[in-house]
């Protein structure tokens, strides 16, 4: 910026340098030389005729001149002040997100630096606070990026009410800002401020008419307990935000750092996940669903299974919501159905087998296309396909997933609702929805015992068999819980009395005939 004011002023110095320069020499022409007197003399004894009138031109000529080149040297001038004043809006452009006005993150670090340097001198502490928007997405999802924008600036306004003196703001981009502060050792001032701040972005905000709602999770990170180093500062709060974000949005939390390392091996977890999925290193195991009518199987249910080279069997528990966080579950979802449905090949044609699908897969408008393709490469017929979902799938659109139901059904391939009476599925749902199966949760099984879980799976079944769908209860691990699963009516069963999940080479030799799986565990 200096650079463009030097060139401004020996721009505006050779601009007077040059109009006083001709001013100086006219001057002296005319007063000390009586110029046009001697000149009239010297045209008056000229030989040539002609003399005068070229000297005339010449004179005027000269004067001229000297005239463009002070017209010149002031466009030189305006052009200089058009390209800083050019150059001003880029730095501040460069410097200021141009939608908040707040500082951006390329300012925040050397604005971090002095506060820290700052609080130090001063004998104070120094803390950052990293805000991100929950939900925002969505706004911009429902409502479109101009909206987005809006509550971002109406974000941005709100903050710079709470900023105090000794409280800064900046935009580090997308739904996510910063603030730093300076305070008093032994005072929890980062942690105030993270309320208020939580309570204040909590607020509606009625935008265009629209009413949102969006919450704010927070990450603190304070100097010099954690580091006094502004870069590690900002990892430090990130860290504790994405941290406040998986245990409980709306929150606050600082850092610690046993929270680093989580992260860590959270990232070293996505990195062997993503290679693991991408080389097929995650199989379906099968665990058998039994026929309490028949005492047979007649399916299985394909379960993801993954064994990690140094750590051994990975929970789905563990792998599964990692995957879904970072996009992984459609290759993943696709590669088990790919390999149940070659497996099943290998089975006798009454024997079904069914794949649990994750939310946003089922909900995609090709699902149902992509997978009738799947089925006729491999060449199985889709009626011994059974799509698992949970209610997730169709609680916040259920006309939408009716619409994909209905295209399953008319491929042939049969729809199970999985863990019953886990969550908030309505008698609404399954009137619109036409399933095919209802699998009760486990968890009223095991407590089958109690007249409570006795009643509610007794009413299940019933329902079930009045809507035209088989009832499959889960977790059923010994012949006593399956007696009395029978006498309540229930046709289907699935648990460690008939089997653990096994790998596909296991699953024929399960199929032959034998006096029957209720009597033994398969699969230990």
Known sequence: MNRYLGRKKVVKRGEALVIALAGMVLGFLFIHFDAFTKYSKFVDKAAYEQLDELLFVIFFGGFAALVIAIRRTADMAREVRRREEAERKALK?????????????????????????EAARHDRDCAVLLIDLDHFKSVNDLHGHHIGDALLVEVSNRLRELASDTAHIARLGGDEFACWLSYERGNDAPGHLAMRIIRSLGRRYVIEGRTLEVSATIGIARSPRNSGDPATLLRAADIAMYHAKREQRGTFEYFRTEMDEKLQARAMLERDLRHAVAEGHIIPYFQPIYSLVEDRIIGFEALARWFHPERGLVSPVEFIPVAEDIGLMHDLTQHILT????????????????????????????????????????????????????????????????????????????????????????????????????????????????????????????????????????????????HALGSLGCTHAQGYLFGKPVPASMTLPMLQPRASLRSEAVGG
Request: net charge negative.
């Open 339 to 482: 390999q149940s449905c070659i497996v099943a090949q290998t089975w006798p044609d009454g024997i079904s087998f069914s794949v649990n699908v994750p939310p946003a897969q089922l909900l995609a408008g090709w699902f149902p296309a992509h997978t009738l393709a799947t089925l006729t490469a491999t060449g199985v017929a889709p009626s011994r396909l059974i799509i698992e979902v949970t209610e997730n799938a169709f609680i916040e659109d259920a006309d939408f997933a009716s619409g994909i139901f209905e295209s399953l059904h008319n491929a042939g391939i049969r729809v199970a609702l999985d863990d019953f009476g886990k969550g908030y599925s309505s008698l609404t749902h399954l009137r619109q929805l036409r399933f095919d199966h209802l699998k009760i949760d486990s968890s009223f099984i095991r407590s089958i015992d109690t007249t409570e879980s006795r009643q509610i799976i007794k009413a299940v079944i019933g329902l079930g068999g009045a809507m035209g769908m088989s009832v499959t209860a889960e977790g059923v691990e010994d012949e006593a819980v399956a």
């Open 93 to 117: 452009l460069a410097r200021l997100d141009p939608l908040t006005g707040l500082p951006n993150r390329r300012v925040l670090g050397e604005l971090l630096v002095r506060a820290v340097q």
